[in-house]
Structures are given as structure tokens and as C-alpha cells.
């Protein structure tokens, strides 16, 4: 891997924030890491020190770089057990630059919220949208984006380029069947008439430049 900076958290879920990998990445590369309020006291308790918490639309400049990344709403939640449910601020980033901005959504799913996204920051060089854990979609409608819903928040927020997330790493409650994201993914490129080209899945541990 190259040097990693800043690390964002998108929420308090395991499959996303996990202890272990990020002691390890800060053993190596000492990266400041960035969450939403309240999720600090889980991360000092872990003796992590270089830790920022955010509320939504707050912004905050991390590199020496003049990138601002701002913490932005999501429909999702938040939960490590059973008695801390939604007691931990949860979202997505925006990342700010001289070259155009990108899109972390990190967990959400489809919502009014995203009308206040497009007003503030018109257009996106780059997304990168969950595409997986969609199903029992009477269930999960409320939580993730489907490959459906993917491909027309990508036409929504006027997105260059797009890229698929969330799947295919962590088994759990996900019903869809193992391929379904890509077969899912083809079929919505062509009912809102985007090419393929604009919505890549990267294999793992696969990079590619962003023209």
C-alpha cells in the first residue's frame, strides 16, 4: 500500500470499523483518523490518540495538500451491541479538492438527504457507492444502496465515475445470491443507459487511475 494520511470511519459498525486493522495500519503509517461524533470514546479506548469527530456538514482540512473533507449526512445507523443503538453519529464523506470533488458514501441508503448533497456540491469526479447486502430488500431498502439505486444516485449527483463497494468481504445478513451485485449492476447500467465504463467493480486489491 501507499502512505495512508487519514482514514475515514463512516460509522461504529464492525464490518467498518474494525480494532485490529486499524491498529495495524497505524502501526505503519501513524494516520490521523477521521469519525463521527461519539466514536472517538470507542477509538481513545483503544488507545488511538490522533482521532477527529465530526457532526454532519461539519468540514475539516487534514493534509498539507488543501484537501477539506466534510462529514455529510447518510440513511443508515449505528451499533456495537445491543444497548447503543443510533447512539453514535453516522455518514458519508466529501472530499474537496482543486482537481473535484468525491464521494465516500460509506453505508446508506437512498433518501431525501441527498438533495442537500447535490445543492452544496453539484458534480463528483468520483464515487464510491455500496453495491452489496441489499437483500431481503424489504429489510434493507431502509439501510443500503442496491445496485439500482447505485447506478441512479450516480446519474443523480452527476458523478464521472463511480465505484462498487461493500460486498463480496464479510459474509452476515446479506440474502442476495454471490454474483448478484455484478449481474444487478449490468442490468441497472442499462435501464438508466449508462455505460459500463462510468461504474467499475475492481477485483481485490486491484487499483486504477481516475482520469
Known sequence: MPRIDVILIS????NHLDIASLKEITRLHSPQILVGL????L????????????????EHSSLPSKLKIVFVPSRHGSARGI????????????IRSSSGNVYFAGDTA??????????????????ILPIGSYEPRWMMKTQHLNPDDAVKL??????????????????GHNDEEVDAHERDLAEALVRYQTASSEFWI??????RDVQ
Open 83 to 94: 444497548l447503543d443503538r443510533n447512539k453514535t453519529l453516522w455518514g458519508s464523506f466529501v
Open 154 to 171: 450516480h446519474g443523480y449527483l452527476d458523478v464521472a465515475q463511480s465505484v462498487g463497494m461493500h460486498f463480496g468481504t464479510f459474509g
Open 38 to 41: 461519539g466514536v472517538g470514546d
Open 110 to 127: 437512498y433518501g431525501v438527504f441527498l438533495a442537500q448533497i447535490k445543492n452544496r456540491y453539484p458534480t463528483f469526479r468520483l464515487a
Open 202 to 207: 475492481l477485483g481485490f486489491g486491484e487499483g
Open 43 to 58: 477509538l481513545r479506548t483503544n488507545r488511538f490518540s490522533d482521532v477527529v469527530e465530526m457532526d454532519w456538514w461539519q
Open 11 to 14: 460509522h461504529n459498525h464492525y
